[in-house]
């Protein structure tokens, strides 16, 4: 997940529709990577993605911590966001209420290309 990926992500993001209401500025603490923890943060607005960057921002809303095996299974598909969160693999600091406009999104199927296409251009 390297400034490399995030830059690729946001260029892929760019035909995603918009979702009135979808708007949060999340903080990703992904531990135990291969090279140690890794900390990004995205800021969507109304669904889309207007800025991701690795490193940490003091304007986040929501912080999510997840173990980077979990953080890779989800952005592969192979483990529900929605899931990982439920089953307290994803825990959560922060303005739930806007989290919770979020989560539906991940089921949609312009999500769910976005994820297909940023999985295949990358080496795990």
């Not at 979990?70 to 693999?89: C, T, Y």
């Amino acid at each position: 997940m390297s400034a490399e990926w995030h830059e690729r992500l946001k260029e892929l993001a760019t035909d995603q529709p918009e979702r009135a209401g979808a708007t949060i500025f999340l903080q990703y603490h992904l531990t135990g990577g291969p090279d140690g923890d890794i900390k990004y943060w995205s800021n969507i607005a109304e669904g889309k993605i207007v800025d991701q960057q690795l490193g940490e921002s003091s304007d986040s809303e929501v912080t999510m911590t997840v173990a980077y095996d979990d953080a890779v299974a989800i952005q592969k598909g192979e483990l529900d966001a929605n899931a990982a969160f439920m089953q307290g693999r994803v825990k959560v600091g922060g303005e739930m209420g806007k989290l919770m406009a979020l989560l539906p999104i991940t089921n949609t199927a312009e999500y769910k290309k976005l994820q297909a296409d940023i999985a295949g251009e990358t080496d795990w």
